[in-house]
């Protein structure tokens, strides 16, 4: 017997984006600046930290994915800031009766490092979502010169959430 009212959920979310010129690279609601003067390629600000979260939220409900509520081809969600649509997210997961209790994300660039950013992204993120700063994980990795990441072409990143009924 299956139980109808599961008192957690798992989401699991991935993005990534295209490093291109003349963008911004906003990475957990953090400006960064690219060695090359490089950003990442999107309808919003393409914050693929956000992103990866907000479809693991919303997977962990099974309502979809960002493309969903946000569609690319949408003129109003052009150039909007991933944290606000993240609000809107977490507006959908309050309706349904559900609350976040941790979140754990991995980045994937080769450049710029991310390291002395990483405590403003959980920051960012712990204060959007309602979370006390050690229940957000965030790493930064390189793909070693591997795959679109590795060859500086992009920016991905995984994240994963787990929620709990309120």
């Known amino acids: 017997m299956t139980d109808s009212n599961p008192q957690?959920?798992?989401?699991?979310?991935?993005?990534?984006?295209?490093?291109?010129?003349?963008?911004?690279?906003i990475i957990g609601g953090v400006l960064l600046e690219h060695p090359d003067g490089l950003g990442l390629e999107g309808h919003s600000d393409a914050d693929v930290l956000v992103h990866a979260v907000m479809d693991a939220l919303l997977g962990a409900l099974a309502l979809g994915d960002i493309g969903k509520y946000f569609p690319p081809d949408d003129p109003q969600w052009e150039g909007s800031n991933s944290m606000i649509l993240l609000e809107r997210v977490m507006s959908l997961l309050y309706e349904r009766g559900w609350s976040v209790s941790n979140i754990d994300a991995?980045?994937?660039?080769?450049?710029?490092?991310?390291?002395?950013?990483?405590?403003?992204?959980r920051k960012n993120l712990a204060e959007k979502i309602g979370l006390d700063f050690d229940s957000?994980?965030?790493?930064?990795?390189?793909?070693?010169?591997?795959?679109?990441?590795?060859?500086?072409?992009?920016?991905?990143?995984?994240?994963?959430?787990?929620?709990?009924?309120?």
């Open 106 to 121: 991995v980045v994937v660039a080769e450049r710029p490092k991310l390291k002395p950013h990483i405590d403003l992204m």
């Open 136 to 166: 957000v994980g965030v790493k930064a990795t390189t793909n070693e010169g591997l795959g679109p990441e590795g060859s500086e072409e992009g920016i991905s990143c995984q994240a994963v959430v787990l929620l709990k009924k309120s």
């Open 8 to 25: 957690f959920r798992i989401g699991n979310g991935y993005d990534i984006h295209r490093l291109v010129p003349k963008r911004p690279l």
